[in-house]
């Protein structure tokens, strides 16, 4: 071949690569100015990243536990009564499997997982004993209390009923300033010890503690489930205190505007001047009823709007979001888990409607049970949510009837969509769904910046 041939070919190569290294230059280019543009955009609006986070849907796969017969055909439910099953190991996992202790100087600020079922330890180093509780946000000291029944006693059986119980002992109270080390700060609604016939004696039962602030009195208020040793009584305890770790005094017990009263919850309307209600299950938890309370939040008005009528729920959590009311409720089947209900409304003595379950992940048996938890509360998540979402933690407890003292704490991301639009005349409504880890994170800031995480543990990760 000619010397010349061979150099126009060359030349042709030489023109096309040249071409060719444009044209990804050019492309590269572009890439890089698209993910600035993204990068910038991610940076004004960090809260989608909760979302884009907390959001993903993480399965489960349970290995059944060495010794089990039949494993291919275990029933989780069963299980999870069972006191000598093998499988107990995979709801009330012992310290081995992982622990949640704020005193572990190797968790650093970007590292405060949450570990649902996991053992929760106190900045002392002890067991958190604040079930079926809720939280307060105390807006004076910029501080979180959770409040709790305080179950740190022998497990026993009601008599005549045979429910598994624990001598009342009181309210517990933490404190937080990031929801994630607490620190006890004593029981502040403490058991009455002589007088039998107290509502609050230690033989008689102290459930769901909940405490709001009042501005107007500068209050702050407890209402609880309180009830005999047979659960005949079926009424509310109300309690105030000038502080919010107590000590609160006892004011009275009664049933609301003459209804039985089981599980409860109260709700404050931070949007609507403050407006309080108390939310709870009655006619032996046929249906749910509603009642505003007085001024003071130490009554309730004489108005009871019935809803749920005949579903048969109980353990209301209540929260807001959009101006839309939402709770969620769970089924009646003692300690057996079942499956979590959201229910939302236009007003909260208005008409309730249900929506469906809302647990996502982890594995049919888990969702149809919520996660082998009840619910207790719905707190907003600091540093969460948007205008057109919001993000809360759904606080719930894993009961352990054998040994109610080491009953643990589910705290799960809680999201919500609000309807952009309605049809006519049907509503198109929003969606809630609470979403499974293994563990996560709330949103954290560090020099300036936000970090959310969720993810399963891996090898040799910290806790």
């Known amino acids: 071949m000619a010397p010349w041939v061979r150099i126009r070919r060359l030349w042709r190569w030489a023109v096309v690569l040249c071409g060719v290294a444009a044209l990804i230059t050019i492309q590269l280019n572009a890439l ?8 910038s955009v991610m940076e004004l609006q960090p809260p989608l990243l909760t979302f884009q986070e907390l959001e993903q849907v993480e399965y489960l796969t349970l290995l059944p536990p060495y010794g089990l017969k039949y494993p291919q055909t275990i029933n989780l439910n069963h299980e999870f ?23 572990n100087t190797k968790i650093n600020a970007t590292s405060h997982f949450f570990l ?37 006693g022998p497990t026993d059986q009601a008599q005549g009923t045979g429910t598994a119980r624990v001598d009342v002992i009181g309210v517990g109270c933490y404190s937080s300033k990031d929801l994630w080390a607490w620190k006890f700060e004593g029981v502040v609604m403490a058991a009455e010890e002589s007088d039998a016939t107290h509502d609050l004696h230690k033989s008689k039962v102290l459930e769901r503690p909940k405490v709001i602030y009042n501005e107007k009195t500068n209050k702050y208020v407890m209402w609880m489930h309180i009830d005999d040793a047979t659960y005949n009584k079926a009424a509310v305890g109300v309690a105030v205190s000038s502080h919010p770790t107590g000590p609160f005094t006892y004011v009275r ?11 409860m919850t109260v709700f404050k309307d931070e949007e609507d001047n403050g407006a ?26 004489n108005v009871t709007v019935r809803a749920l009528i005949g579903m048969h729920r109980e353990a209301p959590a209540v929260f807001k979001h959009g101006g839309v009311y939402y709770m969620v409720t769970s089924g009646c089947s003692g300690w057996l888990p079942n499956e979590a209900l959201v229910h939302e409304a236009e007003w909260m003595l208005g008409t309730w409607e249900t929506i469906g379950n809302p647990c996502v992940g982890a594995n049919k048996a888990y969702r149809a049970a919520t ?15 948007g205008d ?15 040994n109610l003292r080491d009953s643990r704490y589910m705290w799960l991301p809680l999201t919500v969509k609000v309807r952009f639009e309605r049809y006519k005349p ?35 990760d910290d806790l």
């Open 388 to 402: 057109d979402r919001g993000l809360f933690i759904f606080m719930a407890d894993r009961w352990n009837p054998a």
């Open 276 to 301: 309080a209600y108390l939310i709870y299950a009655s006619l032996r938890n046929k249906e749910i009823h509603i009642s505003r309370l007085i001024e003071d939040y130490t009554d309730v008005e």
């Open 81 to 103: 009564l069972n006191e000598s099953s093998t499988a107990r190991s995979l709801f009330f996992p012992n310290s081995w499997y992982g622990i949640l202790d704020p005193r």
């Open 32 to 39: 890089s100015a698209e993910y600035k543009k993204v990068a």
């Open 116 to 152: 649902p079922g996991k053992i929760w330890l106190d900045t002392a180093g002890n067991p958190i004993q604040a079930h079926g509780g809720g939280i307060l946000f105390d807006k004076k000291s910029d501080t979180y209390f959770w409040y709790g029944e305080y179950k740190d």
């Open 253 to 263: 017990g009664v049933r609301p505007n003459g209804f039985d009263s089981r599980d």
């Open 371 to 385: 996660f082998f938890s009840q619910g207790s509360f719905v707190l907003p998540m600091p540093g969460g949510g």
């Open 426 to 460: 049907i509503p198109l409504w929003s969606k809630v769904a609470i979403f499974w880890h293994e563990r996560w994170r709330a949103p954290i800031k560090d020099n300036g910046e936000t970090y959310y995480v969720s993810k399963p543990f891996m090898a040799g």
